[in-house]
T-cell receptor, first 112, second 116 residues
Framework: NAGVTQTPKFQVLKTGQSMTLQCAQDMNHEYMSWYRQDPGMGLRLIHY???????DQGEVPNGYNVSRSTTEDFPLRLLSAAPSQTSVYFC???????????FGSGTRLTVV | AQKITQTQPGMFVQEKEAVTLDCTYD???????LFWYKQPSSGEMIFLIY??????QNATEGRYSLNFQKARKSANLVISASQLGDSAMYFC?????????????FGGGTRLMVKP
């Protein structure tokens, strides 16, 4: 049982480049979400999904896109990377009615 | 308005002593859950303890207990018998089950440092 798997663990991008952060879970969780954590701060919600085909914006969605074509996968796309998107990104999943969130190990992204 | 407030940016505690980390929250949803997570220097998010809004008793998990005062909207984490390995960032979070997406909202965190 792998839990929540995020790839890559580290990434350096140049300003203007695009990329996709991958997130996969094998627990059949309906709910998946992406957070960013800036230095010394808590996590802020970027986008979330309550099931395949259903996504919505969180607190800081600008500059990011998501899609949920399967229950297992929830990729996060950076459309045109900016230095302000330098952060650690966490993917998390849970059952809709449950209380246990499972977090991935994070992706440390640097935009230069 | 902040949904989750942690007023202690950093705290020191002597090894083997107990420590309380403060958390207050704001919601009008009658159905919600409160969480505490630990984030060590390695960066992973470790779930510690959960309290549901309808739970009558305070949650406990080993050395962790949650002092839940519903009328005051506070959910303080108590760590008994602190250990050096408890040095980490601690985040309080809330999930509102009747709000769209019932997303998890985090506070700004408290950095706990345990002194030998």
């Amino acid at each position: 049982n792998a839990g929540v798997t995020q790839t890559p663990k580290f990434q350096v991008l140049k300003t203007g480049q695009s990329m996709t952060l991958q997130c996969a879970q094998d627990m059949n969780h309906e709910y998946m979400s992406w957070y960013r954590q800036d230095p010394g701060m808590g996590l802020r919600l970027i986008h979330y999904s309550v099931g395949a085909g259903i996504t919505d914006q969180g607190e800081v969605p600008n500059g990011y896109n998501v899609s949920r074509s399967t229950t297992e996968d929830f990729p996060l796309r950076l459309l045109s990377a900016a230095p302000s998107q330098t952060s650690v990104y966490f993917c998390a999943s849970s059952y809709l009615e449950g209380f246990g969130y499972t977090f991935g190990s994070g992706t440390r992204l640097t935009v230069v | 308005a902040q949904k989750i407030t942690q007023t202690q940016p950093g705290m020191f505690v002597q090894e083997k002593e107990a420590v309380t980390l403060d958390c207050t929250y704001d919601t009008s949803d009658p159905s919600y859950g409160l969480f505490w997570y630990k984030q060590p220097s390695s960066g992973e998010m470790i779930f510690l303890i959960y309290q549901g809004s309808y739970d009558q008793q305070n949650a406990t998990e080993g050395r962790y207990s949650l002092n839940f005062q519903k009328a005051r909207k506070s959910a303080n984490l108590v760590i008994s018998a602190s250990q050096l390995g408890d040095s980490a960032m601690y985040f309080c979070a809330m999930r509102e089950y009747n709000n769209a997406g019932n997303m998890l909202t985090f506070g700004g965190g408290t950095r706990l440092m345990v002194k030998p």
